[in-house]
């Protein structure tokens, strides 16, 4: 079995999946080292997303999945759909999931909090109470509070919800039944990060599964029912001030955060999403930490243009062989750019976690070594 994996960034699914002792080919904006190291054959497609069929054609795979910000294009993945078989929520079921009368419907059905989304800002209120949201985005990027002037084309208005933000993941299967995989608390917009202010950061498990996430397992299986949603699918939600939980946005398809619950249960969460997807895959038994240890991840972006040279590829790779060491073998740096890599302002240069005790505990180390990293690599323009 040969699986082809394309998405925005690639790497952690093809880890997972290479984990479970699956061949995989990826394609990917970015083409990192360690997404070398996990994968038989890795592709930067530079015209994206428009590269992937020909790639996906040129591959032949035996089945193929697809990762973060492609849930925007349909119209490309059916078209690949009919080049090879695809694992994951089909093309035709996207535009139901993710569009916002069935998905409130839903939720309402699910007993679940859905803030106030608007397809026209006609009538919304410009005082900050609302956001703009572009419909094709992914991790955030785009977001902002809505003070009228002219509207950008393919948004959605949506009433801001204050609260603890979470990431709520699940697999599902054909019968429409859902596994709660777990909860992870979400950093959005985190200065330490140099994240945008309502950009995805990263996440941290939780010290126990809280029970208000059990209606948005009753959701999935409304969706899955109705319109096909399946496999591995994050919801991004708010806990509120009073602790009712709300519907901010459904990704059909494994999210960044999955991660850090891969690395608590010890089992490969994107092998359980082919199997519930109907393909017979290899899985090793997942294994528990003992003693209990939670995980964190962030990604550090770019303050400003840089260049990846080789100083600033040692100063990681040193980094990322003493802290594995301190972290009883999981790796703590990831999304490695290669040699040469130019990173704009705003885009991501790397991908740090740690673990501790506690969530608060994982939390400040992982912070400490932003820090680090940021002093060792980013305190000036990489020449």
């Known amino acids: 079995m040969r699986v082809g994996v394309v998405a925005a960034s690639a790497r952690w699914m093809a880890s997972s999946l290479a984990t479970g002792g699956v061949e995989v080919a990826a394609?990917?904006?970015?083409?990192?080292?360690?997404?070398?190291e996990a994968a038989d054959r890795v592709d930067r497609i530079d015209n994206y997303p428009d590269g992937f069929p020909a790639w996906l054609a040129e591959l032949a795979p035996t089945l193929w999945l697809y990762g973060g910000g492609l849930e925007n294009h349909p119209p490309l993945l059916a078209e690949m759909a009919a080049i090879s078989p695809l694992a994951g929520t089909p093309p035709e079921a996207l535009l139901a999931v993710r569009s916002l009368e069935p998905l409130a419907m839903a939720a309402?059905?699910?007993?679940?909090?859905?803030?106030?989304?608007?397809?026209?800002?006609?009538?919304?209120?410009?005082?900050g109470s609302f956001l703009v949201k572009p419909q094709a985005s992914a991790g955030g990027r785009g977001i902002r509070p809505w003070h009228g002037g002219r509207s950008p084309p393919?948004?959605?208005?949506?009433?801001?919800?204050?609260?603890?933000?979470?990431?709520?993941s699940l697999v599902i299967d054909?019968?429409?039944?859902?596994?709660?995989?777990?909860?992870?608390?979400?950093?959005?917009?985190?200065?330490?990060?140099?994240?945008?202010?309502?950009?995805?950061?990263?996440?941290?498990t939780l010290a126990s599964q809280p029970a208000w996430a059990d209606p948005f397992v009753?959701?999935?299986?409304?969706?899955?029912?109705?319109?096909?949603?399946?496999?591995?699918?994050?919801?991004?939600a708010v806990l509120d001030p009073a602790g009712r939980p709300w519907l901010i946005e459904?990704?059909?398809?494994?999210?960044?955060?999955?991660?850090?619950?891969?690395r608590q249960r010890g089992g490969p969460i994107l092998c359980d999403h082919l199997a519930a997807c109907g393909f017979v895959v290899p899985r090793p038994p997942a294994s528990t930490a003992s003693p209990p240890i939670h995980h964190a991840k962030a990604i550090l972006?770019?303050?400003?243009?840089?260049?990846?040279?080789?100083r600033a590829i040692a100063e990681i790779d040193c980094r990322r062989a003493a802290w594995r060491e301190d972290d009883g073998g999981s790796e703590a740096i990831a999304d490695l750019p290669p040699l040469g890599t130019a990173v704009q302002a705003g885009r991501?240069?790397?991908?740090?976690?740690?673990?501790?005790?506690?969530?608060?505990?994982?939390?400040?180390?992982?912070?400490?070594?932003?820090?680090?990293?940021?002093a060792a690599c980013l305190s000036r323009p990489v020449a």
């Open 27 to 36: 394609a990917d904006l970015f083409a990192d080292r360690d997404l070398v």
């Open 108 to 127: 309402r059905e699910a007993g679940l909090g859905m803030p106030a989304s608007l397809a026209s800002s006609r009538g919304v209120p410009t005082d």
């Open 154 to 168: 393919r948004s959605i208005w949506q009433r801001r919800v204050t609260g603890e933000p979470h990431s709520v």
């Open 174 to 204: 054909h019968e429409g039944r859902c596994e709660l995989l777990g909860v992870t608390g979400q950093f959005v917009g985190h200065p330490a990060t140099h994240a945008g202010p309502f950009a995805y950061a990263g996440s941290v």
């Open 218 to 236: 009753r959701l999935c299986g409304i969706l899955a029912r109705r319109h096909g949603l399946l496999g591995a699918v994050g919801i991004d």
């Open 250 to 262: 459904l990704n059909p398809r494994p999210t960044a955060s999955m991660e850090l619950l891969e």
């Open 301 to 310: 972006f770019a303050r400003e243009p840089l260049r990846i040279d080789e």
């Open 348 to 374: 991501p240069v790397v991908s740090v976690l740690a673990v501790g005790g506690t969530p608060a505990a994982a939390t400040a180390r992982l912070l400490g070594r932003l820090g680090e990293i940021e």
